[in-house]
């Protein structure tokens, strides 16, 4: 069974503070990576994407990708109380036709 | 631009009645995926449809079946509901090409009692 695993937190930060969010994968063929934010009560929505090894920055979130160590992570920079949600990482099947989320990793940003 | 639509909203059942789920999306895509979430267990991938007419099974596909009615459409029926089934359920689509994201409809509370 492929694993994408998250801790679950809470992951607590005060504002202006980055939040590191982590991934892991079992599947070492996974070419795609994606991060997803969801609000309570709402749909996971995308944040950030990243396919391959570095870093990927888009404002103040910077996706980082080592596919070596299967590992993803998300850093958010200058974190604000909206920030405040669960955060899904997602991978991609080698074939690209089914995303594989994990248990989320809800953080809470206090002001 | 509605992307993906899900009807119900919300539903309640009886244990042994049967529902179907409707999920359509006007975004020409490909891919289109049944998903259920369960409080501290993420989202599970239920059955998935890479193309119209083929379908696949998830990591928790059993007491489910699915319908890839056309390239729109996607359904997840219900045969005979249990108190296990209560969750809620998203659909979603995608390119297909693995390097695009997916996109989520609202959900789908449903409670089986």
């Known amino acids: 069974q492929k694993e994408v695993e998250q801790n679950s937190g809470p992951l607590s930060v005060p504002e202006g503070a980055i939040a590191s969010l982590n991934c892991t994968y079992s599947d070492r063929g996974s070419q795609s990576f994606f991060w997803y934010r969801q609000y309570s009560g709402k749909s996971p929505e995308l944040i950030m994407f990243?396919?391959?090894?570095g870093d990927k920055e888009d404002g103040r979130f910077t996706a980082q990708l080592n596919k070596a160590s299967q590992y993803v992570s998300l850093l958010i920079r200058d974190s604000q109380p909206s920030d405040s949600a669960t955060y899904l990482c997602?991978?991609?099947?080698?074939?690209?036709?089914?995303?594989?989320f994990g248990k989320g990793t809800t953080l809470s940003v206090s002001s | 631009n509605a992307g993906v639509t899900q009807t119900p909203k919300f539903q309640v059942l009886k244990t042994g009645q049967s529902m179907t789920l409707q999920c359509a999306q006007d975004m020409n895509h490909n891919s289109m995926y049944w998903y259920r979430q369960d409080p501290g267990m993420g989202l599970r991938l239920i059955y998935y449809s890479a193309s119209e007419g083929t379908t696949d099974k998830g990591e928790v596909p059993n007491g489910y079946n699915v319908s890839r009615l056309n390239k729109r459409e996607f359904s997840l029926r219900l045969e005979s509901a249990a108190p296990s089934q209560t969750s809620v359920y998203f659909c979603?689509?995608?390119?297909?090409?693995?390097?695009?994201?997916?996109?989520f409809g609202q959900g789908t509370r449903l409670t089986v009692v």
């Open positions: 990243i396919y391959s090894n």
């Open positions: 997602a991978v991609a099947n080698q074939a690209g036709t089914a995303l594989i």
């Open positions: 979603a689509s995608s390119d297909g090409r693995g390097e695009t994201e997916a996109f």
